[in-house]
């Protein structure tokens, strides 16, 4: 079966410092990648996604950056934090193939800018 | 451009009573809908989704949800609610592009009272 992974689960940073966080997928090949971002209210932003090795869509311009080194890992990155970074990030996948696929979220990334 | 929207910030329901959250929807051609759950601090979980055939569609841990395309709704129910349902629900619907993207509605929270 597939599983996916996020770390840290909670990251406390001061404004300025850099950012990695990390997510992988196991049990299944070349999946679509999605890093989303939900604010203290609740709604899901999508930051970024990607349906393969190197191809990554930024769907906002931000102070973050992602980057998918292997198949089945996705990193968000930020050189410079800004509290407005802060929330909750969530990583998600689907397979490639079958439009009617649902994506399948990981547990998240509490992050706190201070 | 496709859109959902929860008109509902919250909704309060006793256990044993039944629970409906609203979803309406907006979109070019035929829609891909889907529910998710979110508990606290966690990723969000797939309940159910449509994508053609039967109107009711049923999913996990008793919960359906009716299509109803005249009305443009896609509304989750539960015929009668558990205090663990407690949760924040998203109804989203995917993109027409090819990389499975999902607009996410605002959430509604649900809180069932013993």
């Known amino acids: 079966s597939q599983t996916i992974h996020q770390w840290p689960a909670t990251l406390v940073q001061p404004v300025g410092s850099p950012l990695s966080l990390e997510c992988t997928v196991e049990?299944?090949?070349?999946?679509?990648l999605y890093w989303y971002r939900q604010a203290a209210g609740r709604g899901l932003q999508l930051l970024f996604y990607?349906?393969?090795?190197?191809?990554i869509s930024s769907e906002v311009p931000q102070n973050l950056s992602a980057s998918r080194p292997q198949d089945r890992q996705f990193i968000l990155s930020s050189k410079k934090l800004l509290l407005s970074d802060s929330g909750f990030y969530l990583c998600?996948?689907?397979?490639?193939?079958?439009?009617?696929?649902?994506?399948?979220f990981g547990p998240g990334t509490r992050l706190t800018v201070t | 451009a496709q859109s959902v929207a929860q008109p509902e910030d919250q909704v309060n329901v006793a256990e044993g009573n039944p629970l409906t959250v609203k979803c309406t929807y907006s979109?070019?051609?035929?829609?891909?809908l889907f529910w998710y759950v979110q508990y606290p601090n966690r990723g969000l979980q797939f309940l159910l989704k449509y994508i053609t055939g039967d109107n009711l569609v049923k999913g996990s841990y008793g919960f359906e949800a009716e299509f109803n395309k005249s009305q443009t709704s896609f509304h989750l129910k539960k015929p009668s609610a558990l205090v663990s349902d407690s949760a924040l629900y998203f109804c989203?619907?995917?993109?027409?592009?090819?990389?499975?993207?999902?607009?996410f509605g605002a959430g509604t929270q649900v809180v069932v009272t013993p």
């Open positions: 990607s349906v393969g090795i190197g191809q």
């Open positions: 979109v070019s051609g035929n829609p891909y």
């Open positions: 989203a619907v995917r993109e027409t592009d090819s990389w499975g993207k999902l607009q």
């Open positions: 049990g299944t090949s070349n999946p679509n």
């Open positions: 998600a996948w689907r397979p490639p193939l079958g439009s009617s696929s649902e994506q399948y």
